[in-house]
Nanobody, 117 residues
């Protein structure tokens, strides 16, 4: 299985920025799609952004503020988050789907993002 490790979470004021990184244990060229999910307290996990070799997609709530990108040199996927709002608070998880992956793919341990008002 591909192992995923997230980094970059933290505490930021509303309007600020954070950059999350997800490092994979093997080349991201062997991974079909990589996703960022988040889970706010008391809420279900939601898909924030996805990226393949050809396209990127975003949840409506983050369009124009978040950017997902691939860093093949580091086998990583980054999530640049700008204009953060308190409702962006949650645990952010990296997920990957690839040939032979478990049904729901591989997951990282999550990184906490807290946006204060």
């Amino acid at each position: 299985q591909v192992q995923l490790v997230e980094s970059g979470g933290g505490l930021v004021q509303a309007g600020g920025s954070l950059r999350l990184s997800c490092f994979a244990s093997r080349s991201i060229f062997s991974i079909n799609i990589m996703n960022w999910y988040r889970q706010a307290p008391g809420k279900q996990r939601e898909l924030v952004a996805s990226i393949t070799s050809t396209s990127a997609n975003y949840a409506d709530s983050v369009k124009g503020r978040f950017t997902i990108s691939r860093d093949s040199a580091q086998n990583a996927v980054d999530l640049q988050m700008n204009s953060l709002q308190p409702e962006d608070t949650g645990v952010y998880f990296c997920n990957a789907d690839y040939p032979g992956a478990p049904r729901e793919g591989s997951w990282g341990q999550g990184t906490q993002v807290t946006v204060s008002s």
